[in-house]
């Protein structure tokens, strides 16, 4: 049975950091790109990055958060991070780690229609 489970979010001042966690058990781990998701209240789900396999690890962003957020992954302990950094208080949203069967990130990464397995999600708050 496969389990994803994030761990991380808090409350923390606008220009605050925090670093996401998420792991992944009952996959094969390093085979999977892994993103993270996010949606705010009253907003549709976001993409907010990918991080591929493949053999090369590749990295993509979504716009509002490029050159802030970093992602991350330690295949050895089935982990996802997200290092949130220059928050503000429209990073407030419930993240979510979401496991994607194919090694790459595709062009529609931030759709979310291509994850099978996805967590319950952590809450950040972001106070101005």
């Known amino acids: 049975q496969v389990q994803v489970v994030e761990s991380g979010g808090g409350l923390v001042q606008a220009g605050g950091s925090l670093r996401l966690s998420c792991t992944a058990s009952g996959l094969t781990f390093d085979r999977y790109a892994m993103a993270w998701f996010r949606q705010g209240p009253g907003k549709e789900r976001e993409g907010v990055s990918c991080i591929s396999w493949r053999g090369i690890i590749s990295t993509y962003y979504g716009d509002s958060v490029k050159g802030r957020f970093t992602i991350s992954r330690d295949d050895a302990k089935n982990t996802l991070y997200l290092q949130m950094n220059s928050l503000q208080p429209e990073d407030t949203a419930m993240y979510y780690c979401?496991?994607?069967?194919?090694?790459?990130?595709?062009?529609?990464?931030?759709?979310?229609?291509?994850?099978?397995?996805w967590g319950q999600g952590t809450q950040v708050t972001v106070s101005s």
């Open positions: 979401a496991a994607d069967t194919d090694g790459y990130c595709s062009r529609s990464w931030a759709s979310g229609r291509e994850y099978s397995y």
